[in-house]
């Protein structure tokens, strides 16, 4: 396990439980020079520093307090290793081990800990296998899949295989009730079934194996179990489910939260962690449409109560940011706005003629805007020709000169230019104007069907789109 943490976030101090008989946890060490090491611990998709810990001059480190320390998998990293680190669970007040910092999976041997004894062990074992395994998988590259050699080494990786499906079974029935056992039923895959199939052996149902698979995948976990949140269980179990289980339409994602959510009410710092980062998960997605699960998690959950732990003020700031962002989501129909052009006559959006609109919010002092405005201009005057296609384009500052100036030097006369110069359209709420540039597209009924484009990608979302919608 001689890896490297990529991140350790700022030292953070986890909350100790209630008084108790507290915890030591010894670790003697052959070849060691350091003369700290950081105690960390998982949580969820994070790791934390919890302490700095002192190595005596023997090669001995211990961790101890007279309070109890929450159950979950932590590490024990050496900064002057370029943070090379073993892992160990903790669910036990007192163990001791020994180890050589060279082989950390090969050496530390546990007394008084179970839990860390069957891991390691297990460790040991599939490190085994894996030597056996590798160099049957690189020499399976070189082969023609319909060679009897290939055959043949595709059958030892299974056996391979079936033998470390066998340990895990034989570690379920024998440790039941052990964090690591929990740890591992999380972290199975689901089981994925033969199909159906008619008398000629065709496939009846193409989405049977998929469906089958997508049931069992929340069931692996226990969601009860709070030790599992300082682990990486968790965390995988939400994201394999909503990335790989989970069709990527912001509806069928809302009801995936909708159904992890549901498992998890079951513990209420299960819950807590759930809701906390599905949330931050889809709060600045860089997916188009996905600001709509944000905007499902807020109202159906956090609007309700739900975020037990926020004061009035947190929760209000979430859901009036939902309420903000909840009328420009994809699929609703885009707020009318009214404006004046260059020539003082008022422009409903809502008046535009087009197949297709555009609309587009930029500053003329805006950085971004300056480099963007101008490919826009070159863009639309290839849509035209493909499309029946209108740019509505918002000037979200007061001074007109500049905003003037900007469109005769960026030659932006094929653009509706508008601007709000008496303050009456409330566009900026309307749309959710935080930053520009800011653009969307709009169909014939003026309903949102993209948003978050850069220019140069109008024409290919627009092929695409047609395709989609013959």
């Known amino acids: 396990m001689r890896s490297r943490i990529l991140t350790l976030l700022a030292a953070l101090c986890f909350a100790l439980g209630a008084k108790a008989d507290g915890f030591e946890y010894r ?6 020079s350091d003369t700290i090491a950081y105690l960390a611990y998982h949580y969820g998709d994070k790791q934390y520093i919890a302490d700095t810990l002192q190595i005596d001059g023997k090669g001995q480190v211990v961790a101890q307090a007279d309070t109890t320390l929450p159950p979950g998998v932590y590490m024990m990293v050496f900064p002057s290793r370029e943070n090379a680190y073993f892992e160990f669970v903790v669910n036990e007040p007192k163990f001791s081990a020994t180890g050589n910092v060279d082989d950390f ?19 040991r074992f599939l490190e085994k296998q894996r030597k ?16 009897e050699e290939y055959k043949d080494l595709r059958a ?21 009730g052990l964090l690591y056992t929990a740890m591992l039923k999380g972290l199975r895959e689901p089981e994925v079934p033969e199909p159906p199939r008619n008398a000629e052996g065709r496939i009846t149902d193409s989405l049977f194996q998929f469906r089958s698979v997508r049931r069992q995948a929340l069931d692996l976990v226990d969601w009860s179990d709070e030790r599992l949140l300082r682990t990486p269980v968790i965390y995988n179990v939400m994201y394999r489910y909503l990335n790989q289980y989970s069709y990527r339409s912001p509806d069928s994602l809302a009801a995936s939260v909708d159904n992890i959510l549901d498992k998890a009410r079951v513990n209420r710092e299960v819950f807590r962690y759930a809701l906390i980062w599905l949330l931050n998960e889809y709060a600045n997605s860089s997916i188009m449409g996905q600001d709509a699960v944000y905007v499902h998690i807020a109202r159906n959950y956090y609007e309700k109560g739900d975020a037990w732990w926020l004061d009035d003020a947190q929760e209000y700031r979430i859901v009036d ?36 609109t555009i609309v587009y919010f930029w500053d003329p002092d805006c950085s971004h805007c300056k480099k963007e405005t101008p490919v826009l201009a070159e863009e639309y005057a290839k849509l035209k020709e493909l499309h ?16 003037l100036k900007f469109i005769d030097n960026k030659g932006l006369d094929g653009f509706i230019n508008v601007a709000d110069f008496d303050q009456n359209s409330d566009f900026r ?42």
């Open 27 to 32: 670790f003697d060490f052959e070849g060691i």
């Open 105 to 123: 999976v090969g050496s530390l041997a546990f007394k008084g800990s179970k839990e860390n004894t069957v891991m390691y062990e297990d460790l």
């Open 132 to 147: 056996k395994s590798d160099p049957l998988s690189r020499q399976l590259q070189t082969l023609a899949p319909d060679s």
């Open 156 to 176: 030892q990786i299974d056996a391979i295989d079936k033998e470390v499906r066998t340990q895990r079974k034989e570690i379920f029935k024998k440790h039941e």
């Open 321 to 356: 940011r939902a309420k903000r962002m909840e009328p420009t989501l994809i699929g609703k129909k885009a707020p009318n706005i009214r404006m004046k052009d260059l020539q003082g006559q008022t422009r409903s959006l809502y008046d535009i003629d087009s197949k297709y």
């Open 388 to 403: 029946d296609i209108t740019v509505y384009a918002v000037n979200t500052q007061l001074e007109i000169e500049k905003w």
């Open 429 to 470: 709420s309307r749309y959710d104007i935080n930053g520009t540039p800011a653009l969307f597209l709009l169909d014939e009924d003026k309903e949102i069907i993209a948003k978050r484009l850069v220019s140069d990608q109008l024409i290919d979302f627009l092929k695409a789109y047609e395709q989609q919608n013959p």
